[in-house]
T-cell receptor, first 111, second 110 residues
């Protein structure tokens, strides 16, 4: 079953807690991306990675961290420094310069 | 002003109508993407184009590079076309990064 798997589908964060969103792909794509979507706004880039062991900040990286230890995996940690984490988070993959394929998303809420 | 502007923000149509969604951008681009987002949140890439016109089934996408404008057309619209349609551009200086419009919410009534 090929594609992009994001988990969990729904996630709740307590005050001061770090939470990690998973993104796994078996499409053998080099590039992976994390986006945040808020109501009435376009998708905004948090972090992206074009190769294993390397990643770059996007437009709204503050309060988030990532790692890219394996080609298949690009987890996103929402740290306690992110004061407004409630949003829909989308992971995408693709070959550089080509179309991007999106996961089903994780909806994060604060308790 | 956003780099990518879509119009209209919301569009309601009757089944069978011809639909047009517009996208204007302000930067030099290497490609423009049209995406579809269904109510559950999943996003599907519809088109990537850098010139001219592309067609897939009832969907047609056009781009005018000189005017920095693209349109997405849906012929013979159907209630299952109801979704948010998103325009995104890859600028010539941004590498693989995309900049997204806010989306157009399309509702097609039977």
């Amino acid at each position: 079953d090929g594609g992009i798997t994001q988990s969990p589908k729904y996630l709740f964060r307590k005050e001061g807690q770090n939470v990690t969103l998973s993104c796994e792909q078996n499409l053998n794509h080099d590039a992976m991306y994390w986006y945040r979507q808020d109501p009435g706004q376009g998708l905004r880039l948090i972090y992206y990675s074009q190769i294993v062991n390397d990643f770059q900040k996007g437009d709204i990286a503050e309060g988030y961290s990532v790692s890219r230890e394996k080609k298949e995996s690009f987890p996103l940690t929402v740290t306690s420094a992110q004061k407004n984490p409630t949003a829909f988070y989308l992971c995408a993959t693709g070959e550089i310069g080509n179309i991007q394929y999106f996961g089903a998303g994780t909806r994060l809420s604060v308790l | 002003k956003n780099e990518v502007e879509q119009s209209p923000q919301n569009l309601t149509a009757q089944e069978g109508e011809f639909i047009t969604i517009n996208c204007s951008y302000s930067v030099g681009i290497s490609a423009l993407h049209w995406l579809q987002q269904h109510p559950g949140g999943g996003i599907v890439s519809l088109f990537m184009l850098s010139s001219g016109k592309k067609k897939h089934g009832r969907l047609i996408a056009t781009i005018n590079i000189q005017e920095k404008h693209s349109s997405l057309h849906i012929t013979a619209s159907h209630p299952r076309d109801s979704a948010v349609y998103i325009c995104a551009v890859r600028s010539r200086t941004s590498g693989s990064r995309l900049t997204f419009g806010e989306g157009t919410q399309l509702t097609v009534n039977p």
